[in-house]
Protein backbone atom coordinates (compact mmCIF):
# COMPACT_ATOMS: atom_id res chain seq x y z
CA UNK A 1 0.00 0.00 0.00
CA UNK A 2 3.02 2.23 0.37
CA UNK A 3 4.78 4.02 -2.14
CA UNK A 4 2.23 5.40 -4.98
CA UNK A 5 0.27 6.93 -2.00
CA UNK A 6 3.46 7.80 -0.24
CA UNK A 7 4.28 6.87 3.66
CA UNK A 8 0.83 6.52 4.78
CA UNK A 9 -0.23 2.90 5.32
CA UNK A 10 -4.14 3.56 5.61
CA UNK A 11 -4.81 -0.17 5.79
CA UNK A 12 -2.58 -0.24 9.32
CA UNK A 13 -4.92 3.19 10.21
CA UNK A 14 -7.75 0.88 9.14
CA UNK A 15 -6.23 -1.62 11.37
CA UNK A 16 -5.76 0.51 14.79
CA UNK A 17 -9.66 1.45 13.94
CA UNK A 18 -10.75 -1.55 13.88
CA UNK A 19 -8.71 -2.75 17.32
CA UNK A 20 -10.56 0.31 19.06
CA UNK A 21 -14.24 -1.12 17.76
CA UNK A 22 -13.52 -4.89 18.54
CA UNK A 23 -12.36 -3.46 21.95
CA UNK A 24 -15.81 -1.97 22.34
CA UNK A 25 -17.56 -4.84 20.66
CA UNK A 26 -16.24 -6.89 23.63
CA UNK A 27 -17.28 -4.88 26.68
CA UNK A 28 -20.80 -4.63 24.77
CA UNK A 29 -20.48 -8.81 24.37
CA UNK A 30 -19.64 -8.73 28.09
CA UNK A 31 -22.85 -6.92 29.09
CA UNK A 32 -25.10 -8.55 27.51
CA UNK A 33 -23.56 -12.68 28.38
CA UNK A 34 -25.92 -15.65 27.14
CA UNK A 35 -28.70 -12.85 25.73
CA UNK A 36 -25.80 -12.67 22.15
CA UNK A 37 -26.50 -15.49 20.40
CA UNK A 38 -24.32 -14.78 17.28
CA UNK A 39 -22.07 -17.51 16.84
CA UNK A 40 -20.13 -19.49 13.76
CA UNK A 41 -23.09 -20.78 11.34
CA UNK A 42 -25.06 -17.82 12.32
CA UNK A 43 -25.37 -15.73 8.87
CA UNK A 44 -28.80 -14.20 9.19
CA UNK A 45 -27.67 -10.73 9.43
CA UNK A 46 -24.75 -11.35 6.46
CA UNK A 47 -26.32 -9.77 3.50
CA UNK A 48 -24.05 -6.53 2.90
CA UNK A 49 -24.31 -5.45 -0.65
CA UNK A 50 -20.50 -3.22 -1.08
CA UNK A 51 -18.17 -1.50 1.02
CA UNK A 52 -16.21 1.34 0.74
CA UNK A 53 -13.07 1.28 -1.13
CA UNK A 54 -10.60 1.10 1.90
CA UNK A 55 -12.76 -1.88 3.46
CA UNK A 56 -12.72 -3.44 -0.01
CA UNK A 57 -8.90 -3.30 -0.09
CA UNK A 58 -8.86 -5.14 3.31
CA UNK A 59 -11.14 -7.37 2.03
CA UNK A 60 -9.10 -7.91 -1.45
CA UNK A 61 -5.51 -8.27 0.24
CA UNK A 62 -7.76 -11.11 2.85
CA UNK A 63 -9.02 -12.87 -0.01
CA UNK A 64 -5.23 -12.62 -2.06
CA UNK A 65 -4.24 -14.66 1.44
CA UNK A 66 -6.29 -17.29 0.57
CA UNK A 67 -5.41 -20.70 -0.77
CA UNK A 68 -6.48 -21.00 -4.77
CA UNK A 69 -8.85 -23.43 -4.39
CA UNK A 70 -11.07 -21.12 -2.09
CA UNK A 71 -10.53 -18.17 -3.89
CA UNK A 72 -12.13 -19.78 -7.04
CA UNK A 73 -14.98 -20.88 -4.43
CA UNK A 74 -15.53 -17.16 -3.56
CA UNK A 75 -15.35 -16.23 -7.61
CA UNK A 76 -18.03 -19.20 -8.56
CA UNK A 77 -19.92 -17.40 -5.15
CA UNK A 78 -20.24 -14.42 -6.70
CA UNK A 79 -21.49 -14.97 -10.00
CA UNK A 80 -24.24 -16.60 -8.10
CA UNK A 81 -27.34 -14.37 -6.09
CA UNK A 82 -26.29 -14.83 -2.89
CA UNK A 83 -26.37 -12.63 0.15
CA UNK A 84 -23.10 -12.83 0.88
CA UNK A 85 -19.84 -13.72 -1.42
CA UNK A 86 -17.20 -13.89 0.88
CA UNK A 87 -19.61 -17.05 3.06
CA UNK A 88 -18.98 -20.34 2.44
CA UNK A 89 -21.03 -23.23 4.28
CA UNK A 90 -22.39 -19.67 6.32
CA UNK A 91 -19.44 -18.86 7.20
CA UNK A 92 -16.98 -16.04 6.60
CA UNK A 93 -13.79 -16.97 4.75
CA UNK A 94 -11.85 -13.47 5.34
CA UNK A 95 -13.29 -13.58 9.18
CA UNK A 96 -10.32 -11.72 10.29
CA UNK A 97 -10.85 -8.95 7.97
CA UNK A 98 -14.67 -8.58 7.92
CA UNK A 99 -16.27 -4.95 7.37
CA UNK A 100 -17.23 -2.68 10.21
CA UNK A 101 -20.78 -3.44 9.66
CA UNK A 102 -20.77 -7.04 9.86
CA UNK A 103 -18.19 -6.75 13.01
CA UNK A 104 -21.65 -4.78 15.21
CA UNK A 105 -24.10 -7.29 14.06
CA UNK A 106 -26.18 -9.03 16.42
CA UNK A 107 -24.80 -6.21 19.21
CA UNK A 108 -27.75 -3.31 19.86
CA UNK A 109 -26.58 -0.51 17.72
CA UNK A 110 -27.02 2.79 18.54
CA UNK A 111 -27.73 5.83 16.24
CA UNK A 112 -28.29 9.47 17.46
CA UNK A 113 -30.97 11.01 15.11
CA UNK A 114 -30.09 14.73 16.00
CA UNK A 115 -32.98 16.06 13.59
CA UNK A 116 -35.18 14.10 16.39
CA UNK A 117 -32.94 14.68 19.07
CA UNK A 118 -33.34 10.67 19.78
CA UNK A 119 -31.42 7.42 20.29
CA UNK A 120 -32.12 4.63 17.75
CA UNK A 121 -31.56 1.24 18.12
CA UNK A 122 -30.93 -1.41 15.99
CA UNK A 123 -30.90 -5.05 17.37
CA UNK A 124 -30.70 -8.65 16.09
CA UNK A 125 -34.42 -10.08 16.69
CA UNK A 126 -32.32 -13.41 17.63
CA UNK A 127 -30.94 -11.44 20.42
CA UNK A 128 -33.34 -8.72 21.77
CA UNK A 129 -37.25 -9.09 21.89
CA UNK A 130 -38.81 -5.99 19.97
CA UNK A 131 -40.06 -4.92 23.57
CA UNK A 132 -36.48 -5.14 25.34
CA UNK A 133 -35.68 -1.73 26.85
CA UNK A 134 -32.18 -1.03 26.86
CA UNK A 135 -30.03 1.15 29.36
CA UNK A 136 -27.96 3.08 27.46
CA UNK A 137 -24.67 1.50 28.67
CA UNK A 138 -25.74 -1.38 27.03
CA UNK A 139 -25.83 0.24 23.72
CA UNK A 140 -22.82 0.19 21.04
CA UNK A 141 -22.90 3.76 20.01
CA UNK A 142 -21.93 3.17 16.18
CA UNK A 143 -21.57 7.02 15.59
CA UNK A 144 -17.82 8.23 15.87
CA UNK A 145 -16.71 4.92 14.74
CA UNK A 146 -18.77 5.19 11.62
CA UNK A 147 -17.68 9.09 11.19
CA UNK A 148 -13.42 7.55 11.78
CA UNK A 149 -14.03 5.67 9.29
CA UNK A 150 -15.65 7.85 6.47
CA UNK A 151 -12.74 10.23 6.99
CA UNK A 152 -10.01 7.22 6.76
CA UNK A 153 -11.74 6.63 3.64
CA UNK A 154 -12.01 9.79 1.93
CA UNK A 155 -8.29 10.50 2.85
CA UNK A 156 -7.70 6.98 1.20
CA UNK A 157 -9.37 7.56 -1.81
CA UNK A 158 -8.00 11.38 -2.27
CA UNK A 159 -4.58 9.53 -2.17
CA UNK A 160 -5.41 7.29 -4.84
CA UNK A 161 -8.16 9.56 -6.92
CA UNK A 162 -11.15 7.57 -6.28
CA UNK A 163 -14.55 9.25 -5.85
CA UNK A 164 -14.74 9.17 -1.77
CA UNK A 165 -18.66 8.18 -2.67
CA UNK A 166 -17.77 5.39 -4.45
CA UNK A 167 -19.13 1.98 -3.08
CA UNK A 168 -17.35 -1.83 -4.41
CA UNK A 169 -19.78 -4.10 -4.73
CA UNK A 170 -19.00 -7.18 -2.85
CA UNK A 171 -19.74 -9.55 -5.85
CA UNK A 172 -16.53 -7.79 -7.51
CA UNK A 173 -14.32 -8.97 -4.28
CA UNK A 174 -13.22 -11.93 -4.90
CA UNK A 175 -12.18 -11.67 -9.02
Not at 42 to 47: E, T, V
Not at 109 to 114: E, F, K, P, S, T
Not at 125 to 130: A, G, R
Request: glycine share 6%; proline share 5%.
Amino acid sequence: MKGDMGERDFLQDYRALVDRIDEEIRKTAELHGDRLRCAPGCSQCCAISSVLPLEAAMLRQAIGGLDEQLRKMLRLQAEADVSCPLLVDRLCLVYQARPLICRTHGLPIAYVDYERQAIEVSACPLNFSEQYEFDRQELFFIDPFNGELVRLNEEYCAALGIDSATRVPMRDLPS
